[in-house]
């Protein structure tokens, strides 16, 4: 059975060739492909968001579906529909785009509160609804949104339901200027774009995730993974309402979204067991969207990310 790092690499060298730099996101999209969890990023236009997922999804050798999100979508847009047959005077299920490996939901803020709650059911039970009827949905299925975080007219935010069921939520950023240098040297000639080929499959994936399952997490670590989750509920729970910094903390989906993604990460860096320093790597990732910022925090220009910060750095570090 191949190891973390060989099929890390071979993944990261094939994504590589369409995508430059975002090394972070990268081993972040193979920990949620292990781990069986949907990630949202965020960041602002052009920062190959879309592309980054749909490479990931060829190198992967996996079915791909994009949905581009907009005011005017529909549930069944997503989930699809029943259509009726004239020839047979039947009506059959038309299976919408949901129905796929990795499902890229591009701009999933600008879809009204129905399309984005249709996709509850697929992240959570990996399953839909058509006509009375349940169809259950390939495996592996993932769920990639991207969101704009600076343009907000015309849409609707992600009610916290649907956030809690993102393993992940990742911060795109700029590329350096080398990084940018290289993209026009790669991307300036139109005749000549990169061509990316499967490097691994599905079952593939689902193998591997045998090998992650024996990751080794000592009861040492889960006391550290359940203490960094309750600590964030200290912060809004028992605490004067004018000095509270949060609304509510993070949900037990963190806990076990910490313990999943941690024993990925490990495996992926070719370790066989669960350090606390990968637990507080993966902490803000996990965390940032899980939580809900008071007015007082957000008036002192705190973020989720400075609390997330401090949460990790006050509690306790176990010992082994």
Do not use: C
């Not at 790669?186 to 599905?202: C, I, K, M, N, Y």
């Amino acid at each position: 059975m191949l190891t973390g790092p060989v099929w890390s690499q071979k993944l990261r060298d094939e994504i590589g060739k369409a995508v430059i730099g975002q090394n972070d996101a990268v081993e972040r999209l193979l920990v949620a492909l292990l781990a069986n969890g949907h990630v949202l990023l965020e960041g602002m236009p052009g920062l190959a968001k879309t592309l980054l997922v749909k490479s990931l999804g060829t190198a992967l050798g996996v079915q791909f579906e994009r949905i581009q999100f907009t005011p005017d979508l529909l549930p069944s847009d997503v989930v699809g529909t029943m259509i009726f047959q004239p020839k047979t005077g039947e009506f059959l299920p038309h299976r919408g785009p949901i129905f796929a490996n990795l499902v890229l939901a591009d701009e999933i803020n600008r879809a009204p509160a129905k399309v984005q709650s249709a996709l509850l059911e697929a992240m959570q039970e990996r399953q839909v609804t058509i006509g009375g009827t349940t169809h259950p949905l390939p495996k592996p299925f993932f769920v990639m949104a991207t969101q704009n975080p600076v343009e907000q007219e015309g849409t609707y935010p992600l009610p916290e339901a649907q956030t809690d069921r993102f393993l992940f939520k990742l911060i795109v950023d700029y590329p350096t200027a080398d990084e940018e240098a290289t993209m026009m040297q790669r991307w300036g000639q139109v005749t000549q774009q990169p061509a990316l080929q499967p490097v691994s499959s599905g079952e593939e994936l689902l193998e591997l995730r045998k090998a992650v399952d024996q990751v080794h997490v000592s009861q040492a670590v889960q006391a550290y993974i359940l203490s960094l989750v309750r600590n964030t509920r200290m912060l809004a729970d028992g605490v004067p309402q004018g000095k509270r910094r949060l609304n509510f903390g993070a949900s037990p989906r963190a806990s076990l979204a910490l313990f999943a993604a941690g024993r990925a990460l490990a495996w992926l860096r070719g370790q066989d067991f669960l350090s606390p320093a990968l637990v507080q790597e993966l902490a803000p990732d996990v965390l940032r969207h899980r939580i809900g910022l008071t007015y007082e925090a957000e008036a002192a220009e705190l973020t989720a990310d400075k609390i997330v910060a401090e949460v990790v750095e006050k509690t306790p570090v176990p010992a082994k």
